[in-house]
């Protein structure tokens, strides 16, 4: 089976980076999404499980129908067989009316279990027979109704562990894991960094990005993010509230990463201060001329050539901002012509897909 081009830019869109291990997810996926099995997502909160089951479900021949995703740890133990399979009005207090439950509602389509290891015993037996027979009973109703659902479910605990303490039925594990999919943490791909900060900064006005230096780049990509991607999706938003269209330097981004300390006031910054150059490849939004035409210390020279090719460097960054990465509208905008800009791009190590 071959991936076409738009499926290609739609999973490359949702698995944000070029690492080996965003590289490898994509490809798992591509896989798994062929087939109809169930599929147990394993990795750390906030590596982006929900974002992998729902690129499952559009990558697979169901993309047309429903996705539902369920917390299963949110859900009250009394509740989540009502939630799951619906209920019949009177069936208990408080039912009203007759309710279709998730699997019902996603027939034909997918139903993603998050945080499966935190359902309940009673409701592991009941969740097995369904997997088994492909059928739902609705609670107060005695109609079987066959359902023809896809079922990925998620989970960040060691299920092993769970098994050997009675806590997790080894049957329905078997179930649900015929594919298990590992999510990778975000420091084990931390070269994905850079671009996953332009992700979560492309439809943030301009004045609201904020630029990241060498150093607060090389801090961020040193940084455990025990938070992983949802964690610094919660970075990008602090740094932008407290310090929007700033270039922000390692003790900016220090303080950031504790958002405690992130309210303290930001020492003052000597305007002798020598500009420290950002490197292309790690700049996460346009460096603005301004960020680095500063005084030199008296007797110091100026680098002239280095100055003209960071301000160069930042106008080709504003441009493709302006233009949504089209680099033939992006060279209208910098009036030159497209092979030009695309030179440039190449000398000053900016990837951007060509259009």
Same mark, same amino acid.
């Given at each position: 089976?071959?991936?076409?081009?738009?499926?290609?830019?739609?999973?490359?869109?949702?698995?944000?980076?070029?690492?080996?291990?965003?590289?490898?997810?994509?490809?798992?996926? !591509? &896989?798994?999404?062929?087939?109809?099995?169930?599929? $147990?997502?394993?990795?750390?909160?906030?590596?982006?499980?929900?974002?992998?089951?729902?690129?499952?479900?559009?990558?697979?021949?169901? %993309?047309?129908?429903?996705?539902?995703?369920?917390?299963?740890?949110?859900? *009250?133990?009394?509740?989540?067989?009502?939630?799951?399979?619906?209920?019949?009005?009177?069936?208990?207090?408080?039912?009203?009316?007759?309710?279709?439950?998730?699997?019902?509602?996603?027939?034909?389509?997918? #139903?993603?279990?998050?945080?499966?290891?935190?359902?309940?015993?009673?409701?592991?037996?009941?969740?097995?027979?369904?997997?088994?027979?492909?059928? #739902?009973?609705?609670?107060?109703?005695?109609?079987?109704?066959?359902?023809?659902?896809?079922? #990925?479910?998620?989970?960040?605990?060691? /299920?092993?562990?769970?098994?050997?303490?009675?806590?997790?039925?080894?049957?329905?594990?078997?179930?649900?894991?015929?594919?298990?999919?590992?999510?990778?943490?975000?420091?084990?791909?931390?070269?994905?960094?850079?671009?996953?900060? &332009?992700?979560?900064?492309?439809? $943030?006005?301009?004045?609201?990005?904020? &630029?990241?230096?060498?150093?607060?780049?090389?801090?961020? $990509?040193?940084?455990?993010?025990?938070?992983?991607?949802?964690?610094?999706?919660?970075?990008?938003? &602090?740094?932008?509230?407290?310090?929007?269209?700033?270039?922000?330097?390692?003790?900016?981004?220090?303080?950031? /990463?504790? *958002?405690?300390?992130?309210?303290?006031?930001?020492?003052?910054?000597?305007?002798?201060? %020598?500009?420290?150059?950002? !490197?292309?490849?790690?700049?996460?939004?346009?460096?603005? %001329?301004?960020?680095?035409?500063?005084?030199?210390?008296?007797?110091?020279?100026?680098?002239?050539?280095?100055?003209?090719?960071?301000?160069?460097?930042?106008?080709?960054?504003?441009?493709?901002?302006?233009?949504?990465? #089209?680099?033939?509208?992006?060279?209208?905008?910098?009036?030159?012509?497209?092979?030009?800009?695309?030179?440039?791009? !190449?000398?000053?190590?900016?990837?951007?897909?060509?259009?």
């Amino acid at each position: 089976m071959t991936v076409g081009h738009k499926e290609q830019v739609a999973l490359e869109a949702s698995i944000i980076g070029t690492s080996e291990g965003a590289a490898r997810l994509r490809e798992m996926i !591509r &896989r798994v999404a062929r087939s109809n099995a169930s599929v $147990m997502l394993c990795g750390p909160s906030g590596s982006g499980k929900e974002l992998v089951a729902r690129a499952i479900h559009h990558e697979s021949a169901r %993309a047309g129908n429903a996705f539902s995703a369920i917390n299963c740890g949110a859900i *009250p133990g009394e509740l989540i067989e009502s939630e799951l399979f619906g209920h019949e009005k009177g069936s208990f207090t408080g039912a009203h009316a007759r309710r279709i439950g998730h699997f019902e509602a996603s027939e034909g389509g997918t #139903i993603f279990l998050d945080e499966i290891g935190d359902m309940r015993f009673d409701m592991q037996v009941k969740l097995l027979r369904v997997l088994e027979d492909r059928t #739902i009973v609705r609670v107060g109703s005695s109609e079987v109704k066959p359902i023809d659902v896809r079922v #990925i479910s998620a989970t960040h605990q060691d /299920l092993g562990a769970a098994i050997a303490e009675g806590k997790f039925r080894e049957d329905l594990f078997f179930r649900l894991g015929v594919v298990v999919l590992q999510v990778p943490s975000l420091a084990s791909r931390a070269e994905d960094i850079p671009a996953l900060i &332009r992700h979560f900064q492309r439809k $943030m006005p301009a004045d609201a990005k904020c &630029r990241f230096d060498a150093g607060a780049m090389a801090t961020l $990509m040193q940084h455990r993010w025990p938070g992983n991607v949802r964690e610094l999706r919660n970075f990008v938003e &602090r740094a932008s509230v407290l310090h929007g269209g700033e270039t922000l330097d390692a003790q900016d981004v220090a303080m950031l /990463l504790n *958002p405690t300390a992130a309210l303290a006031p930001r020492p003052a910054v000597p305007t002798s201060a %020598a500009a420290v150059p950002v !490197r292309p490849n790690d700049s996460a939004a346009p460096l603005p %001329a301004a960020a680095v035409a500063k005084t030199p210390a008296p007797g110091r020279p100026i680098d002239l050539k280095r100055e003209i090719e960071t301000i160069e460097l930042e106008q080709i960054h504003v441009a493709l901002d302006l233009a949504d990465g #089209i680099i033939s509208e992006a060279a209208r905008l910098l009036t030159l012509k497209r092979t030009t800009l695309i030179e440039k791009m !190449r000398k000053y190590g900016v990837y951007q897909q060509a259009a």
